[in-house]
């Protein structure tokens, strides 16, 4: 089944449209876009500069895709934006190109969900299954793991780190990474309790989610130290790999200023 492209819409031949996608009325696609099968632009959508946008995806009026980075330092350089499978974005998102300080990308995964005015800046990397509530804006190079869920209104600062299997609470100020499975909120954002509610959805198993409580106990309750953390569980046998996971993402946060570790390895590199 060919395209369907509405006569008020303007799509540059050289742009790659796949079968089954529609394209509605005064949507807007560059040459370098690549649209694949059995997506729908509704309309006013726009799609700039280098966008590969994968199959299934519902895209809703006034999101612009591919837009510059809001960077200064930005010297026009042909950056891209990769967007997977079956994601909802909602009304007037915003997914910027990346810029050269990183890989050149911003990366969305599949099956996302991003509600309406949303940013996704430069360099982010979000993964699989996250959820985005309205307002919701990312800095420059944030990462949001998979099945993370940030709800509305919240601002995560550049070079953050959100774990996965997190909520982030609404009207949240993220300054510092969040690490896995933990519920953060407040200005700045701090973890408040183990994320119960998203692990039991995925099927972690009741043990697991024990383990995980007592390793956020100790962290964020007890505060007795990361390594003191690491040799408490392994000593009761509990170091499950979840639980290494969570272990190492804290510890990489507190390698960079600020709680952002990614930000002192872009220095070393």
Do not use: W
């Given at each position: 089944?060919?395209?369907?492209?509405?006569?008020?819409?303007?799509?540059?031949?050289?742009a790659r449209i796949a079968d089954d996608v529609e394209i509605g009325p005064f949507c807007v696609v560059g040459p370098l876009?690549?649209?694949?099968?059995?997506?729908?632009?509704?309309?006013?959508?726009?799609?700039?500069?280098?966008?590969?946008i994968g199959e299934d995806n519902l895209i809703s009026p006034g999101s612009v895709l591919g837009g510059h980075p809001q960077d200064l330092s930005y010297k026009g350089t042909e950056t891209k934006v990769v967007i997977g499978?079956?994601?909802?974005?909602?009304?007037?998102?915003?997914?910027?190109r990346g810029s050269e300080k990183e890989d050149g990308y911003t990366r969305v995964g599949s099956d996302c969900?991003?509600?309406?005015?949303?940013?996704?800046a430069h360099d982010c990397n979000v993964a699989d299954h996250v959820i985005i509530g309205h307002g919701t804006m990312l800095g420059g190079h944030v990462?949001?793991?998979?099945?993370?869920?940030?709800?509305?209104?919240?601002?995560?600062?550049?070079?953050?780190?959100?774990?996965?299997?997190?909520f982030v609470g609404?009207?949240?100020?993220?300054?510092?990474?969040?690490?896995?499975?933990?519920?953060?909120?407040?200005?700045p954002a701090r973890p408040r309790c183990v994320n119960i509610v998203a692990l039991k959805r995925n099927n972690f198993e009741p043990h697991v989610i024990d383990k995980i409580n007592e390793a956020y106990r100790l962290m964020y309750r007890a505060r007795v130290g990361l390594e003191n953390v690491r040799e408490l569980m392994r000593a009761?046998?509990?170091?499950?790999?979840?639980?290494?996971?969570?272990?190492?993402?804290?510890?990489?946060?507190?390698?960079?200023?600020?709680g952002r570790g990614r930000e002192q390895r872009r220095k070393a590199a």
């Open positions: 089944m060919s395209p369907k492209i509405s006569k008020l819409a303007v799509v540059d031949s050289k876009a690549s649209i694949g099968r059995g997506t729908k632009l509704y309309n006013n959508v726009t799609v700039l500069g280098d966008v590969t499978d079956r994601n909802v974005i909602r009304e007037c998102v915003t997914v910027n969900y991003f509600m309406g005015n949303v940013h996704i990462h949001v793991d998979h099945h993370a869920t940030l709800s509305g209104s919240v601002a995560v600062t550049h070079y953050g780190a959100i774990g996965s299997y997190t609404g009207a949240s100020r993220v300054l510092q990474d969040i690490a896995p499975y933990m519920l953060a909120d407040g200005n009761k046998g509990d170091l499950l790999p979840e639980i290494e996971h969570f272990i190492e993402k804290v510890g990489v946060s507190q390698t960079g200023r600020h």
